[in-house]
Structures are given as C-alpha cells and as structure tokens.
C-alpha cells in the first residue's frame, strides 16, 4: 500500500515526496504532477463574478421570445382541436407551432423514440406542451398562450404501473404498447432455485421508491437561430448531450447533421435531467425556421417539473440467499418501474437495474424479471445514479438484516462477500480494480462503527451501507460502435496548448478534468491549457455526461492524442540534447534524458523548433470502451439486455450514516457521514470531494423528503421548489470524506475511476440501516417520511402492548 | 402602465422606463443585462435571484423595481474590487471548490455578503441560517459554509466591505 499524498506533490521534479516502492521514479507512470492537484475550476471566477454565461442570460439581435401552451385539465386526453387563429392575430405574436408539423419522433435510444415536440392526437401527462408560440416579448407570448384553444376529450388517467397493466384491456397510452408495458426482460444467471435450496439463510422483501426530480437550479433554456439564407441552424441550450441532441435535432427537423450546430453555454447543473433532448429546443428551432428570426424558450420551474425525467419509482422484490458459511449463493429480482408517459431511457435504467445486482458482492446466481410500465405521469428517465439506487436500497438493507438473522456484523457479511480486482460476475462484468474491502474498512474504522452499532440510545442510530458505480457504459446507444469520445490536442508557439473536445461540464468539472489530464500528458502546466468544449462545430464528438463516463473517456483520449505531438517533441529535444528520444521524458515544461537529468531543454523551446520547422503539432485520440458480450458467463447463453451495466471500470464506495429520530415529530435527522470512496485517483482531489459531498446531500433528500405528488386526477401538486423539498444548509450532515486517495486503477488512464454518482449509491440503504438502529424498525419504502415514522412507531408500541398483554 | 424610474445600481444610476408589475430580477437581467443575478425559480424558494437592496438580501423575483426607486442595489456585479479583483468572498468560494455548476453562487455569494456586512463574525449556525433560502443542488453546502467562513476571517483581517 502506498501512502504518499498526491496533494503534497505539486510538482514532482527535484521533490523525492512521493517514491513508490520497487519503482524508479524515472519510469513510474503514477508520478504525476498535474493530475491529482487541488485546483479551482477553470470557469469558478467567472462563475463567482456573474460573468458565465448561461443559456437564458444570452440575447441575440432581433430574438423572439417562445412559449409552450400546455395542457393543464388533464394527465390523459384526446386532443379534439386545437384553433390558434386568435393568438396568431394577436398584435407582436410572429407564429404559432403545433404538433403536427413536427411529426418525426425523437427520444435518447433510437428503437423507442416516442415522443414528438408538441402532443398530437393526444396527451400522456399532465402539463404536456400542446402549441408554442414565438411572440416579440413574454407577455406577448404568454398572452398568445391564452388565446389558443384547445378542445379535449378526457381520458381516464393511469397513474401506478399495476393499474396500468390491469386495465390495458380498457385504456392504452401507446398503441405501440397495447399491454402498457413499455419494456420488459428476464435475465438468469446460474440456477437460482438450486441454490436457494442449499442455502441457509433465505430472505425476500418488497421495496418501493418514490419519484424525485433532478432539482437543478437552472431551469431548461434553448435559444435558436436559424440562417434562412444557407440552411444552417444554431442552437444553444442547456443540454448535457449535445451530439445526442445533435442527432435528434436532424431528424425532428430535417435539417442535416452537418447543417446543424449545437453550442452548450455554461449549464446550471444536470443531474441526468438535461441527459436528453427537450421539447423547448425543438420548439424554439422550428420557430425560428419559421419566423426567421431567433428565439428562445425558457422554461418556468413549473415546467421543469412537469417535462421532468427523474427517477423511476420502483416497486421491487428481493430475494437473497445466503450459505451456512456466509456467502451469498443467489439473488432473485422484481421490478415493475414506473415509466411515466414516454419512453426516454426506460429501457436503459430497466436493464441497469438488474446488472446492478451483480456488484459489489459476489454472487454465482442471479436473475432478474424486469418490467417498465407506462403511466400517465411525468416520463421517468436518467437520474444521478441511474438504475443502482433503486437495487441498492433492496440490497443492502437485506444484508443488514440478514446479518442480524445470522448474528453477525453487517459490516463481517459485506467484507465477506465484497467484490476484489479482477473479478468476473455472472453476467461476465468484469471489475478490474477494486478498494472496495477498503472503503469499507476505513469507513468503519474512521466512523467507530463497531463500537456504535446496536449500542446507541433509542432514537439515536448508525447504519452502514456500500455501493458502486459504472465509469462509463462500453455501449453506445446509437448501436454503432465508433469511438465514444474524440480529443484534438494542438500546440503550437501562437496558441500554446488546446484540448478540443465537446464534453459537457454541467458543473462536476470536466472542463478541468480535461486540462489537468491535458497538462499532464504533455508535461505542461494546467493552467497554460485552452479547453475548447460543448460545441458540436469547434470540437470534436463525445457521447455525453452521464454514466460517469468523461474521466475514463477524455483521460483515455487525451493520453492517446498526446502521443504523437510528445513523439515529435521527443525527436527535436533527442537531436538537439544528443539522446534517443525514447529515453526523454516531458514533465513540468522540461524535456529530459530518464537517465541523465542534465541533458534537459526547455519545453517551450522544444515547440518554437517544432512550430519553425514542421508548423502546428496536431494529434487526435480516440476513446473506444472495451467491448463484453452480454453472456451468462457458465453456459455462454445470451442474455437480453446483458450488455447494459457493462463498463471499463467501477467506483465502489462505504458510507456510515449516523441519525437521530424524534419520536414526537417522526422527523430523522442525518447528523453524520462518514465516506470511503475509491475512484481511483482523484484527478481533481478538492473537486472530487466536493462530488461526493454534493452527492450525499443530494440523495439524502430523495430518502427523507424529496417525491413528486400527482393528485388522483393526474394533476402534479408540487411542481415548485416550495412544495417539493430539497435539503438546505440546515439539513447538511457534518460530511467526513475519505477518499482512497492512493487508489489506481491501473487500466484506468491515470489512474481515474468515476465519483459523480458512486456516491449517491449507498445513501438510502444507510439511512434506512440507521433509522433501524435508532428505532428498531425497518422502512422497505423511500422517502421515510415522518408520517411513516410517526405511524411505524405507533404500530410497534401498539403491538408491544398487544404482546405484553 | 409605463413609468420611468431611477435605480441606483452598483454605485450607478440608471433611468430606465419600466412597467409597474416589472420585476426587479428581470428589469436587471433583461434591460439591464445584469445577468450575475439569476433566475431560478421565480417564486421566491430557491434565492439564486438574491441581491442586495439598502443592504438587506432581497430575492428579486419577488421585488418590483419600482419599489426600489431611492434604494441602494447592489448585484453580483457590484463586487468587483479594483482592477477586477475577486472580492474576498468571491475569492474563497474560488478556492474552497464551493461551485459547482455555479448557478447558486451569485445568490450565495450575496446572501454571505449581506451577513458578514452586519455581523463580520458570525458563527456556523448564523452562517447556515443567512444561506438557509438559498438552495444549491450540486455541493451539499459544506465548502459554500467553509469559505463563508474564511471570507468572514480574511475580511475581519483587511477590514474590507
Ligand atoms: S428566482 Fe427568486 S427565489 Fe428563485
Ligand atoms: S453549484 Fe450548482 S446549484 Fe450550487
């Protein structure tokens, strides 16, 4: 184990504070000077001084101001008519857009687009846009919004998958879907019955999740321009996929790809909510085709929340089994999700659900019966965490349970059965490196939860939980396998150094991620890099934030795309030091010999030759995930929906929630977090920290208080941050962090592992652990709100003296 | 109705003709292009539209302009130091890695400042209640409230306002 501190090592050259044993230092690959240094973000001044520019702080000359009619008497509905001659004539308003001339349905996995811009025949969810109008300012626009007229025929409204699927028969929210089941997959692993049977300790639960939303503060904003004299449109928005977008664009539109352009400004955070492409972007292109002239379509919170994808409410069954000597020989798996109105990512967190059983325990037999229900509520879609929370929570509170079963600590069961580097699931997922032991170690030891545990007062509780995450998906969704993530790096005398590439910084930091891992694949400093980004015309492709996927993705590229601009400095440093150029290093703006330090030139130098002679250094670098088959890894069977979950590399993480429960209020407090994570090598250590304490907060208002209300009628009743509600400052726990912090992964570039949604993994299930720790009772159902509290307990005295009398 | 009004903003007058229902937030954001204040919400719960006004931390979406003829605003802007220096709380946000995506922080770094411009010392728990309106999704508060503080003890130390 290695115990130097990246934070110490600034810069490395002529500093001996970091020596790995057994390794020279000349050829340690993990000497790094760039990557695992605490810098603030590029963009933090500007952000702190008000001068980042965000999508609805831009006008352009002439711009029009849009808007979405939308459909507020019903979740579920025919659309009779629509007339919009009164807004058209409407003095300032330049046009009106309805459904039907948009028709190309768009959505994020190709074979289940369906949604368009505006409802057509009929509306799925209350709040659905059904006409849009661009108009000289907003009230113009919003005035227009209420000279259009919309006829309906109510339909009755869907609103929980098991109603859903009963009265298929009688009501249908896609025709595509006659049973209203949106998707639906079994996948076995191994023999589960068989194993169950030799299995000492069996335990089934059921599970249910609420519906939260992602809660970015910066409401969806889209402003497009359309050039009618070459075809060419240019749309900012506030997206976190903006080839996605891109693509989805060219066909509602029918513009070309290459006629399209997609700029992102900085975006107000995303959380998966901005992972696809939105009505507003759509809408305010075709306007501007239309009139012209710019426009752009900002949403109200209320419309946030009503065009939400959050996450999907799972109602989950689980049943593990465990062996005489306490391994887990099975795990058996239900879940009906609720879809809500459109398909989005359904199928994606579908599948992610079940592969997420497989990990972080080693378990020989799995299967998993899946479905995604359609309803008539918000789309459900990507979420930070997406897929794993939900399975999370089954899991790991049943293992805190069973460890009570068979009397020992449920920290003894998880280090028992905890994942190692190397290992290979049942569905052929393959964890190269894990600190997984050791996150759970080091919690437990920082935290003194053994001494805790089982031993604090009533009301007082403190409850363990692990977690993992994927760093990036190994498949596309586009079903074609081009390389995930291109970087163009440039150097040259005028620019110094560029790093192109369209990743999106939503706010977890790649912008800096990619300098830093730029800066250090060159031997330059982070702050001499230009990153050009979020432009799908001055970069080059990139899939997307989500899935955790740009530290592994960009790192992998830039490293690649560092090389042959290193090479080519390498032979003009050889030729001028007298050396061979692959015994010269380049670190810290220096070109050296690895075995005499004396023969050294200047870096800047070493680029003022190339520029004069050989003119810009380029170099391209590509990011291609390795590829897994979706197999059962026994009997080499294919398995539907087995290559979802799969990923170069995974986070693992421990967090030890300490609560307090008032019995009076029915109110839990989460008092304490202690954190382990594993992410490899934190590339950004302040910023890292800063993921995992954001994410914290984050899901702890998904397991106390945060869920969308959708009244009997369908109607959404808290569509407002009033009424729907996150954690503030005085909720925060105290946060100790302890991240891993001379974890490497030795397959990941530099190291790095994902940590954006790792974290967010562990958070129900320990809250729900110490919850039973303080009180004796156990919650299978998030949020566990107060009522639930005040109800449980009532329950269990009221049984006590039922018992006692 | 449109009047035209005087606001004093950032140390600036400006005339401006406005209606009698326009908001503070967007008179700033959009005649002014004031755009450090932002919008979040429009209904007062989130406080990324805070700024200051005679001193006070005001939610602007839910201020008329009008209403703040003859009062002192200061926006996100208005903290520039001389030769475009961070002002200390800016500076400790920078380097606490207290922004994320940054869409709070104008309004964070407002509310801290209308604290620390009545009480220099404030403990932790002040410091969480002057931010308790202000929601920030991406941080989980914790380098939000630390570089509060080291604001607070470097202002203390230079006596800056
Ligand atoms: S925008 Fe003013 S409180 Fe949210
Ligand atoms: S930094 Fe994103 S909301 Fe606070």
């Given amino acids: 184990m290695q115990t130097w501190d990246k934070r110490e090592t600034e810069v490395t050259e002529g500093k001996s504070s970091y020596v790995r044993e057994g390794v020279p230092s000349y050829l340690d690959e993990r000497r790094h000077s760039q990557v695992g240094r605490s810098v603030p973000k590029v963009d933090a001044a500007a952000k702190v001084r008000g001068e980042a520019v965000y999508a609805d702080d831009m006008t ?3 711009m029009l101001y849009g808007k979405i009619k939308r459909c507020k008497e019903y979740a579920h509905a025919k659309i009779k008519k629509i007339d919009c001659s009164k807004a058209l004539a409407l003095p300032g308003v330049f046009a009106v857009l309805t459904g039907d001339e948009a028709p190309n ?4 996995v190709p074979h289940s687009c369906n949604e368009t811009v505006l409802a057509i025949d009929k509306v799925r969810f209350y709040g659905e846009g059904v006409a849009a109008v661009a108009a ?3 009230e113009t626009a919003e005035a ?16 929980d998958p098991f109603e859903s699927m009963a009265r298929a028969n009688e009501v249908v929210i896609h025709e595509t879907n006659p049973d209203n089941i949106a998707f639906h997959g079994n996948q076995i692993y191994g023999d589960v019955d068989k194993a169950f049977a030799e299995c000492e300790y069996v335990l089934e639960r059921e599970f249910k999740t609420g519906m939260p939303q992602h809660g970015f503060i910066e409401p969806q904003s889209a402003l497009a321009s359309f050039d009618p004299h070459n075809g060419r449109l240019h749309l900012w928005s506030s997206n976190q996929v903006p080839h996605y977008l891109h693509r989805q664009l060219s066909i509602v539109t029918e513009i070309p790809m290459s006629k399209i352009r997609v700029t992102i400004p900085t975006v107000g955070g995303g959380f998966g909510g901005k992972g696809e492409a939105c009505p507003n972007e759509f809408a305010a292109c075709i306007l501007s085709r239309k009139t012209g002239r710019p426009v752009k379509i900002t949403y109200e919170r209320s419309e946030v929340f009503f065009t939400s994808k959050g996450r999907h409410p799972c109602h989950m069954k689980m049943k593990i089994g465990i062996d005489k000597d306490g391994y887990i020989q099975a795990v058996d798996f239900d879940n009906t999700m609720d879809k809500g109105a459109y398909a989005s990512w359904g199928v994606v967190v579908m599948f992610y659900t079940g592969s997420m059983v497989h990990l972080p325990y080693k378990i020989p037999n799995v299967r998993s019966y899946l479905r995604n229900v359609y309803t008539n509520k918000p789309s459900s879609g990507a979420l930070r965490g997406l897929g794993g929370v939900q399975p999370r929570l089954a899991m790991e509170v049943m293992l805190d349970e069973m460890a009570e079963m068979m009397g020992i600590s449920p920290y003894e069961l998880k280090m028992k059965n905890a994942v190692v580097s190397g ?28 001494e805790k545990h089982g031993k604090l007062p009533f009301g007082k509780g403190i409850g363990l939980a692990g977690g993992n995450y994927i760093s990036g998906t190994a498949y596309t969704l586009y079903q074609n396998y081009k390389p995930h993530t291109t970087v163009v790096l440039r150097v040259d005398t005028e620019g110094g150094v560029t790093v192109q590439c369209a990743c999106t910084d939503i706010g977890q930091g790649v912008d800096t991620v990619i300098a830093q891992f730029t800066a250090e694949a060159l031997g330059v400093y982070f702050e001499d890099v230009h990153v050009v980004v979020r432009d799908t015309e001055t970069a080059t492709f990139d899939l997307g934030t989500f899935a955790s996927r740009l530290t592994y993705a960009t790192g992998t590229a830039v490293k690649a795309a560092a090389e042959p601009i290193n090479q080519k400095l390498k032979e003009i440093a050889g030729q001028k030091l007298g050396c061979r150029a692959d015994q010269l290093i380049i670190k810290d703006h220096k070109i050296y010999s690895m075995y005499e330090t004396k023969k050294t030139m200047s870096w800047d130098e070493a680029v003022d030759i190339a520029t004069s002679t050989v003119g810009t250094l380029v170099g391209v670098g590509h990011f291609s995930p390795p590829r897994r088959k979706g197999i059962d890894i026994v009997t080499g069977n294919r398995i539907q929906g087995g290559n979802i979950g799969h990923s170069p590399t995974f986070g693992f993480s421990c967090q030890i929630h300490e609560v307090e429960v008032d019995v009076e209020t029915g109110r839990i407090r989460v008092k304490k977090v202690t954190e382990a994570g594993d992410m490899g090598t934190p590339v950004n250590p302040m910023a890292a920290d800063g993921q995992v304490e954001g994410s914290i907060v984050y899901n702890m208002g998904a397991a106390l208080y945060e869920d969308q209300v959708i009244g009997a009628d369908g109607r959404h009743l808290n569509p407002n941050f009033h ?12 946060m100790f962090i302890n991240t891993l912090k001379d974890s490497y992964d030795p397959t990941a570039p530099f190291g790095a592992k994902e940590t954006g949604e790792g974290a967010v993994q562990p958070t129900f299930p320990a809250i729900t652990n110490a919850v039973y720790d303080a009180i004796g009772i156990r919650f299978y159902q998030v949020p566990i709100t107060p009522e639930m ?6 329950e269990k005295k009221e049984k006590e003296a039922g018992c006692g009398a | 109705m449109k009047q035209q009004i005087s606001l004093d903003i950032n140390g600036r007058v400006y005339d401006l003709v406005i209606s009698h229902r326009d908001l503070l937030v967007d008179v700033l954001r959009k005649k002014l292009g004031l755009t450090g204040t932002k919008k979040g919400c429009g209904n007062g719960d989130c406080a990324a539209c805070t700024v200051q006004v005679d001193g006070e931390p005001t939610l602007s979406c839910l201020t008329l302009a009008i209403s703040c003829q003859g009062k002192k605003i200061i926006t996100v802007e208005g903290l520039a130091q001389p030769g475009g220096a961070l002002h200390p709380i800016q500076e400790a946000f920078v380097n606490q890695g207290a922004i994320q995506c ?10 801290a400042k209308a604290l620390l411009d009545k009480n220099p010392k404030p403990t932790l728990e002040e410091i969480k209640l002057a931010i308790s309106g202000n929601l920030c999704r991406c941080t989980g508060y914790k380098r939000i409230i630390e570089a509060i503080e080291i604001a607070a003890a470097t202002m203390s130390a230079q006596e800056v306002k």
């Fill in chain 1, 105 to 108: 349905k768009w959505g994020i």
């Fill in chain 1, 60 to 62: 352009l000359p002439n």
């Fill in chain 1, 136 to 138: 000289i300012d907003e």
């Fill in chain 1, 789 to 794: 509290v005040l109800r449980a307990l009532k």
């Fill in chain 1, 423 to 450: 290992y290979t699931a049942a569905n052929n997922m393959y964890v190269p490196h894990t600190e997984y032991k050791r996150c759970l170690e080091t919690a437990v030891e920082k935290s003194s939860y053994l």
């Fill in chain 1, 723 to 734: 009424d729907y509600k996150m954690p503030t400052s005085m909720e925060m726990p105290d």
């Fill in chain 1, 144 to 159: 227009a919004l209420d000279l259009i007229e919309v006829e309906y025929e109510p339909l009755p409204a869907l609103l």
């Fill in chain 2, 102 to 111: 940054g869409y709070c922080t104008p309004g964070m770094v407002m509310s």
